[in-house]
T-cell receptor, first 112, second 115 residues
Framework: GNSVTQMEGPVTLSEEAFLTINCTYT??????LFWYVQYPGEGLQLLLK?????DKGSNKGFEATYRKETTSFHLEKGSVQVSDSAVYFC???????????FGAGTTVTVRA | GAGVSQSPSNKVTEKGKDVELRCDPI?????LYWYRQSLGQGLEFLIY????????KSGLPSDRFSAERTGGSVSTLTIQRTQQEDSAVYLC?????????????FGPGTRLTVL
């Protein structure tokens, strides 16, 4: 079956620090990969996505590259802000499928 | 343009009672999904609708759970004879066509507490 494994949190960083959240996946087909973010008190929203190998998704200074050879989709941001404090979820949707399979979520707190 | 809306935002009920949760998807979205977010289980898929049909109900945890969608729009998730383990945030999402690359747009969720 399909599954997503992402690094355990919580992660606490200082402003302007570099953020990496590791995500690896197992899929039977050729999935699309997503990062969703949940800000405090808000609903889940798409942060970025990639639908084929070597694609790079980017948004709000965040980036993730679809690596088929390592089955990974790690999220990175070069300089975080306090407003980036949120829970980040890695997810996949497989070919012929439509539902999202989510990782456990990583809570990120950025301190001024 | 309105996003996905859900009601109620909070629901407290007693064990054994039935509850109905409502989802209004984005207009024009043919695909609709229900997920559940709980502390122990993370985010779990429950059911998927394409139009008014539910081709995938594989995530419904028991026969106490059912859902319907009418007019290709509003969906209702019903939980009968609620149990304490049903306490969770129930999320609804919609997408344009239900393709694997589609962005799913999530509602704010209904927080269900079963006493």
């Amino acid at each position: 079956g399909n599954s997503v494994t992402q690094m355990e949190g919580p992660v606490t960083l200082s402003e302007e620090a570099f953020l990496t959240i590791n995500c690896t996946y197992t899929a039977t087909g050729y999935p699309s990969l997503f990062w969703y973010v949940q800000y405090p008190g808000e609903g889940l929203q798409l942060l970025l996505k990639a639908t084929k190998a070597d694609d790079k998704g980017s948004n709000k200074g965040f980036e993730a590259t679809y690596r088929k050879e390592t089955t990974s989709f790690h999220l990175e941001k070069g300089s975080v802000q306090v407003s980036d404090s949120a829970v980040y979820f890695c997810a996949l949707s497989d070919r012929g499928d439509y539902k999202l399979s989510f990782g456990a979520g990583t809570t990120v707190t950025v301190r001024a | 343009g309105a996003g996905v809306s859900q009601s109620p935002s909070n629901k407290v009920t007693e064990k054994g009672k039935d509850v109905e949760l409502r989802c209004d998807p984005i207009s024009g979205h043919t695909a609709l999904y229900w997920y559940r977010q709980s502390l122990g289980q993370g985010l779990e898929f429950l059911i998927y609708f394409q139009g008014n049909s539910a081709p995938d109900k594989s995530g419904l945890p028991s026969d106490r759970f059912s859902a319907e969608r009418t007019g290709g729009s509003v969906s209702t998730l019903t939980i009968q004879r609620t149990q304490q383990e049903d306490s969770a945030v129930y999320l609804c999402a919609s997408s344009l066509v239900g393709d694997r690359g589609d962005e799913q747009f999530f509602g704010p969720g209904t927080r269900l507490t079963v006493l």
